[in-house]
């Protein structure tokens, strides 16, 4: 089993940054690719990108590429989405979670997942 614990969300202003974090333990951190997704109210939850286990490749989904950035810290036993030029419609709970594959951009090749972080983006 692997925990993974969000935080970092708030609420922000339009062209803001704020940067998550998710903590991990349990099973190795580095055994998994991590990824990032959003859930607004009332839409289906999108991937929004993902890290290879070492790190090296990353991908993200088209509405982010060039704002968004993910990373990871394998003796933290943490991943990072720090998010650049925030826009109203960024507005949703972000949940990162562990798979076994990369890339992995459908939530149901994730095998774990965290509680998500609301973040709010005010116009």
């Known amino acids: 089993q692997v925990q993974l614990v969000e935080s970092g969300g708030g609420l922000v202003q339009a062209g803001g940054s704020l940067r998550l974090s998710c903590a991990a333990s349990g099973r190795t951190f580095s055994n998994y690719a991590m990824g990032w997704f959003r859930q607004a109210p009332g839409k289906e939850r999108e991937f929004v990108a993902t890290i290879r286990r070492s790190g090296k490749n990353t991908a993200y989904a088209d509405s982010v590429k060039g704002r968004f950035t993910i990373s990871r810290d394998n003796d933290k036993n943490t991943a990072y989405l720090q998010l650049n030029s925030l826009r109203p419609d960024d507005t949703a709970v972000y949940y990162c979670?562990?798979?076994?594959?990369?890339?992995?951009?459908?939530?149901?090749?994730?095998?774990?997942w965290g509680q998500g972080t609301q973040v709010t983006v005010s116009s």
């Open positions: 979670a562990a798979s076994d594959y990369y890339p992995a951009l459908a939530w149901n090749s994730y095998k774990y």
